[in-house]
Every structure is written in C-alpha cells, then in structure tokens.
C-alpha cells in the first residue's frame, strides 16, 4: 500500500520531523499549547488539553528529545513569559518547557497540504488506519461496532485504532447526545440517541483523503449538522 510515501515526498517542504510529531496521539496540541503559553508545565499542559499528566509529559520528553521542545532554566519563571500564569513571578516546582526554535519553524511551516501529506507519511503501510478512515467518510457517524463490522477486524482492535486516530486528530468524538439520520448513513432513523462512543472523521481526516485522492464518499459528510 502507498497511500503515505509517495505523498509526503511530493511535498518537499514538509518539516522533516512533522510525520514522527504526527504519529504520537496529542503531539501537536502540545506544541500548539506552548506557541500560545510560550511556557508551561506537565500538570498545566494536561489540564489544559484534557489529558492525564502521564500522558502530558510523556509527550513533552518525547518533543524535547526530537529538540522540538526545551527545558527553561533558572528557579523562576516571569508572568511574560508564562502566558497562561496570573502571578508576575512563579517560583518553580515544576520542570518548565518552551518551544525550541526548530519547534517554532516546524509550526510556522504547517499549511493543509503539509499537513495532509505528514498525516500520510506517519500512516504510511497502516492498512487498517486507512481503511477506517475511508469508512468514516462513507458512514458518516458511528460506533466501534459499526467500523469493526465494515472493515472486518476485531472490535478491541478497531477500538484501538480509533482512539489512536482521535488522539492523532484523524477522528473526533460529536459532542452531541443526538445522532440525526443525515449523519449515521450505516443505520438511517430519524435520531438515535447517544449510548455508545461514536466516531467521525475530523477536517484534517478529511485533508488526508482529499489528498491521497480517496473519492469512496461525500467530503466531510459525517461532520454537517451536529450540534
């Protein structure tokens, strides 16, 4: 399968290390939080991305270690440079990060094609990744059940994957308790209520099969008309 390499080497811009930032679920977000923040802490960067701590600064070592990301020096930490702190003067207790310069370039260098095109190279060979992707778009909302059935694989598995999809921006969750029947297209009634996880292909889902040229599908169906 070529649905990734052959894209990302059409795009000659594209970060070097943007494809290893997209494979790691919430990558991204941190690098975006600190843009906005310019400097933060693990729990911080948790709360403010809905996270567990763990997670958040699993993420940010693994950003400092590819030099995206970097430690900040001294025992405190000044409110102009801590956006998100209301203190003028925050003594530190925790380990503080901030954007590397290669971090800032590899942010300014992010466009929809970009994107797309890192999206595909960090996927690439991911069959079943690709496959849920392109049922999403199809179906439009549903659950685990529904994907697992369509793709043919075990439900712990596509369970799985979604979630790694979800947390690498490819799917999203509807906020709504509602399902409208213009949105599940694999079992049209009128409404369907909310007792399950449903999934639906997110915009950049959407840019990645727009740009590996997937036509299984309206554009962006599963996202119109959700609340």
Known sequence: MTDGSDAARSHPRIHPLLPRVLS??????????????????????????????????STLESLESMGLVERVPGSSVKRSDAKMKLADEVHKHHTYYRLSREGDTLLRSLDDRALAEGYAQALDGDDLAFALLRVARRI????????????????????????????????????????????????????????????????????????????????????????
Not at 211 to 226: F, V
Request: proline share 4%; net charge positive.
């Open 24 to 57: 790691i679920p919430g990558a991204l977000g941190v690098l975006r939080h600190l843009r906005r923040a310019h400097v933060d802490y693990g729990r911080s960067v948790a709360a403010s991305l809905h996270t567990s701590i763990e997670v958040a600064v």
């Open 140 to 227: 439009g909302v549903d659950h685990a059940l529904t994907y697992a059935r369509l793709v043919g694989r075990p439900l712990e598995q596509v369970e799985a994957e979604l979630e790694r999809l979800v947390g690498m921006g490819l799917m999203e969750i509807p906020r709504s308790r509602v399902v409208k029947r213009g949105d599940r297209k694999a079992k049209p009634k009128p409404e369907t209520r909310v007792h399950h996880r449903y999934y639906r292909l997110s915009r950049e889902g959407d840019l990645l099969l727009r740009d590996i040229g997937a036509s299984d599908g309206a554009a962006g169906s599963g996202r119109d008309g959700m609340g």
